[in-house]
């Protein structure tokens, strides 16, 4: 565990001593810690997925080396067998006749052999050249590989200890969520009545303000409508919009979403919810589990562009 992350530790569980405990720490504390762990794991991410970028490229560099090696070693092979052609040529007519006179003083033939010679000398130059920028291009992508499957082990080590201290941290901050007024002491809840001007319960409004506390929405949130049916008329809805103008949400959007509803169905019994729908589904706090819904034909119809919290 890195010394960052241990730092979060001591401030999330306090440092005991023989004569007394550290104080719990304050909403506050725990926010900026929450803040200063994710910063933590998105740096590891980037980190990471930096270094994989980095093995890529030394491997499409070897590739290239290669690539390199062997055109080097194909015009290597061809100016090897037009030297040797020739030799062998001058060989076989031992100096008479027709070859023999080209390959005399005051002709063309020698001077071509000597050319000939000059280039696959110039040839195998490259060759070794390409033959040594091979091996480091494969040497360097080697090296990166393995540092990666190093880097693999510490990084997954470091993100586990920091995922793990984030859920310990959301868990003491839902134990910083009020219950709700009107609880009774059978865990039910007595009645309430819509008012303000908002004209919503306090159960819902105390929901409404936690929700915008906890989470980063950025489009407005529906509650009251004058309608003839469901809990939006009496003042125990609202719809927590994930995007506008019944449009599908992003990826990221939907993710909220998901962590929007998981959360108020694990805060429900303290906070008073009834069910929680969202992405075409139910989950009734009295009969727990999501279930499947109709299709109301279309996108916030089936809320797959909000989440809709009811209350008792």
Same mark, same amino acid.
């Given at each position: 565990?890195?010394?960052?992350?241990?730092?979060?530790?001591?401030?999330?569980?306090?440092?005991?001593?023989?004569?007394?405990?550290?104080?719990?720490?304050?909403?506050?504390?725990?926010?900026?810690?929450?803040?200063?762990?994710?910063?933590?794991?998105?740096? +590891?991410?980037?980190?990471?997925? @930096?270094?994989?970028? /980095?093995?890529?490229?030394?491997?499409?560099?070897?590739?290239?080396?290669?690539?390199?090696?062997?055109? #080097?070693?194909?015009?290597?092979?061809?100016?090897? $067998?037009?030297?040797?052609?020739? @030799?062998?040529?001058?060989?076989?007519?031992?100096?008479?006749?027709?070859?023999?006179?080209?390959?005399?003083?005051?002709?063309?033939?020698?001077?071509?052999?000597?050319?000939?010679?000059?280039?696959?000398? /110039?040839?195998?130059?490259?060759?070794?050249?390409?033959?040594?920028?091979?091996? *480091?291009?494969?040497?360097?992508?080697?090296?990166?590989?393995?540092?990666?499957?190093?880097?693999?082990?510490?990084?997954?080590?470091?993100?586990?200890?920091?995922?793990?201290?984030?859920?310990?941290?959301? =868990?003491?901050?839902?134990?910083?969520?009020?219950?709700?007024?009107?609880?009774?002491?059978?865990?039910?809840? #007595?009645?309430?009545?819509?008012?303000?001007?908002?004209?919503?319960?306090?159960?819902?409004?105390?929901?409404?303000?936690?929700? *915008?506390?906890?989470?980063?929405?950025?489009?407005?949130?529906?509650?009251?409508?004058?309608?003839? $049916?469901?809990?939006?008329?009496?003042?125990?809805?609202?719809?927590?919009?994930?995007?506008?103008?019944? $449009?599908?949400?992003?990826?990221?959007?939907?993710? +909220?979403?998901?962590?929007?509803?998981?959360?108020?169905? *694990?805060?429900?019994?303290? +906070?008073?919810?009834?069910?929680?729908?969202?992405?075409?589904?139910?989950?009734?706090?009295?009969?727990?589990?999501?279930?499947?819904?109709? =299709?109301?034909?279309?996108?916030?119809?089936?809320?797959?562009?909000?989440?809709?919290?009811?209350?008792?």
């Amino acid at each position: 565990m890195t010394a960052s992350v241990l730092t979060v530790a001591g401030l999330l569980f306090g440092q005991a001593t023989a004569a007394d405990a550290a104080p719990k720490p304050s909403e506050k504390q725990l926010k900026a810690q929450l803040t200063s762990l994710n910063k933590q794991v998105d740096k +590891l991410i980037t980190e990471y997925n @930096a270094k994989r970028v /980095a093995v890529a490229k030394a491997r499409t560099a070897e590739k290239a080396a290669r690539g390199r090696l062997t055109t #080097a070693d194909a015009d290597l092979k061809l100016s090897q $067998s037009q030297v040797g052609d020739i @030799a062998q040529l001058s060989y076989q007519a031992g100096g008479l006749g027709v070859m023999g006179q080209l390959m005399a003083p005051g002709y063309g033939g020698a001077a071509m052999l000597q050319q000939l010679q000059a280039e696959q000398t /110039a040839k195998i130059a490259r060759y070794a050249q390409a033959r040594d920028a091979l091996k *480091k291009a494969a040497d360097d992508a080697g090296r990166l590989t393995d540092q990666l499957r190093r880097d693999v082990v510490e990084v997954t080590g470091r993100r586990r200890d920091a995922e793990k201290l984030i859920g310990q941290i959301k =868990d003491k901050l839902d134990q910083l969520v009020p219950t709700a007024p009107g609880k009774l002491a059978n865990g039910s809840w #007595a009645p309430e009545l819509p008012a303000g001007a908002d004209n919503i319960t306090p159960r819902m409004r105390l929901m409404r303000a936690e929700v *915008k506390q906890h989470f980063p929405l950025r489009f407005p949130v529906g509650c009251y409508r004058p309608e003839n $049916s469901g809990e939006h008329p009496l003042g125990r809805a609202c719809d927590f919009m994930l995007s506008s103008g019944g $449009s599908m949400p992003s990826a990221g959007q939907v993710a +909220l979403g998901e962590q929007l509803a998981a959360w108020a169905i *694990k805060n429900g019994r303290k +906070l008073g919810v009834k069910y929680v729908i969202y992405r075409q589904r139910i989950y009734n706090l009295g009969f727990p589990g999501w279930r499947g819904m109709e =299709d109301r034909g279309g996108i916030t119809a089936n809320h797959f562009d909000h989440v809709h919290i009811s209350m008792y």
